[in-house]
């Protein structure tokens, strides 16, 4: 089954510590992207990476960090500096061409810090 | 900068009967694309469907229509028949795409209208 993967579904984590959250996709997709949602708004985005290799700030990039390695994998670091932390994190990825222009989401990680 | 804009928080409708959701967005360019996400309790985001700036038609899929006026710049959602697992928060989103219709990746979207289907 092709699809996207996030891990884990539910995140805890004590103020202070830093947390990666994990995305997988074996759609052969160039692009992904990460994006945080808070409750009862859209989506904004905090990373994307349309090569290996290479990634651009979104909107919201500061406390965040990613990698990108690997086509498959394109994981993010939400770090102490993050001041609001909790949140509810979406993966995608995409082809980004004319015939596939859109993005497919993974299923999300609900991080919470307390 | 581009901004996506759904006026209404909350709509509700009856079993099998249509709704619309509305969307406007801001722009200057003149190529992109329009999407329509769905997401259920679940929280998982689903395409509903898209459209190309470039395409005068208006896209269906199945029992969802658009109502694409460029000149506007809105792009409303209309579901027919509508059903109990129709019930979501729909988004409207918006990217940019160069010449050659390559998107450039970026998803730009609006605060959501929750939905309720009621039978």
């Known amino acids: 089954d092709g699809g996207i993967t996030q891990s884990p579904k539910y995140l805890f984590r004590k103020e202070g510590q830093n947390v990666t959250l994990s995305c997988e996709q074996n759609?052969?997709?160039?692009?992904m992207y990460w994006y945080r949602q808070d409750p009862g708004q859209g989506l904004r985005l905090i990373y994307y990476?349309?090569?290996?290799?290479?990634?651009q700030k979104g909107d919201i990039a500061e406390g965040y960090s990613v990698s990108r390695e690997k086509k498959e994998s394109f994981p993010l670091t939400v770090t102490s500096a993050q001041k609001n932390p909790t949140a509810f994190y979406l993966c995608?990825?995409?082809?980004?061409?004319?015939?596939?222009?859109?993005?497919?989401f993974g299923p999300g990680t609900r991080l919470t810090v307390t | 900068a581009q901004t996506v804009t759904q006026s209404q928080p909350e709509m509700s409708v009856q079993e099998a009967e249509t709704v619309t959701l509305s969307c406007t967005y801001d722009?200057?360019?003149?190529?992109?694309?329009l999407f329509w996400y769905k997401q259920p309790p679940s929280r998982q985001m689903i395409l509903v469907i898209r459209?190309?700036?470039?395409?005068?038609q208006n896209a269906t899929e199945n029992r969802f229509s658009v109502n694409f006026q460029k000149a506007a710049k809105s792009f409303s959602l209309k579901i027919s028949d509508s059903q109990l697992g129709d019930t979501a928060m729909y988004f409207c989103?918006?990217?940019?795409?160069?010449?050659?219709?390559?998107?450039?990746?970026?998803?730009?979207f609006g605060q959501g209208t929750i939905l309720t289907v009621h039978p």
């Open positions: 995608a990825s995409s082809k980004g061409d004319r015939q596939t222009p859109e993005q497919y």
């Open positions: 759609l052969n997709h160039d692009a």
């Open positions: 990476s349309q090569i290996v290799n290479d990634f």
């Open positions: 722009t200057s360019e003149n190529n992109y694309y």
């Open positions: 459209q190309e700036a470039y395409k005068q």
């Open positions: 989103a918006f990217t940019l795409a160069n010449a050659g219709g390559t998107s450039y990746g970026k998803l730009t």
